[in-house]
């Protein structure tokens, strides 16, 4: 055989190779609760396990990774498959005594209200938009602020198990400035809910949203545009709050991930 066929041909074999390589890097640690952030190819597919995911022009995307993920998850990027193994956590028990009982369990005249507020708080979090803010660096949105509560851990309230925390709780004086962690929509800004009192929700793009709970003031509306750092409410203790507080949560859809991940808190 001539010797610039089997070039050709060989120079084919590699083509072909390389095009069904896994070319995706990845940004984030695979552990329960995490964020990921993944970088392929521009023009790529990909999949989540069996959800296909949006894919910025130059090939970024991102995913999260559920409190409680006991399978490995599988990415694929146009065809070709790559698992990965997800490691588990071992999460906080807080007991908190002494509360009065409607913050405990609410009075049955407020279920439909609760029920309607979750409906608005589910609905911000399956935007899905092309947005582009989710891969940008977040801020800590509170200055000089203490932890008081973290991802995952369960709350013992009065003696009685309650939902696990999805947050992370940032402890400071009624009225200290609260900060954009990140460039978004407004797509929630509501002053009085039940749970979760004043509250915002902020719109990444491709699903990510973050969530910002208990303030006193709230000083943007719905479809308003915010940059990194701009001061967009106050500390307060609204809703089911046991102090001054900001309560902030980031979801990937309708997944809860620990917001620690995009702070770089440990």
Known sequence: MDSKVIYRLLSLVALFFSTQSFAVEFQGKFIQGHYIIGKTKPGSSIFVDKKKVKVTKDGYFAFGIEKDRKFDI????????????????????QKIEGLPKKKVTPPEEFYARIKKENKLIADAREIESDLQFFKEKFIIPVDDAIITGVYGSQRILNGIPKWPHYGLDFAQKKGTPVKAMNNGVVTLAEKDLFYTGA?????????????????????VNVGDHVKKGD?????GSSGRSTGPH???????????LDPATILNIQ
């Open 74 to 93: 599988t990415i694929t990027e146009n065809n070709k498959k790559i698992v990965k193994k997800i490691k588990k956590r071992k999460y906080n028990i």
């Open 246 to 256: 900001l309560d902030v949560r980031l979801n990937w859809f309708g997944t809860r």
């Open 199 to 219: 509250t915002l929700i902020f719109d990444h793009g491709h699903g990510v949203s973050t969530l910002y709970m208990h303030m006193d003031e709230i000083f």
């Open 231 to 235: 001061i967009i409410a106050t500390v």
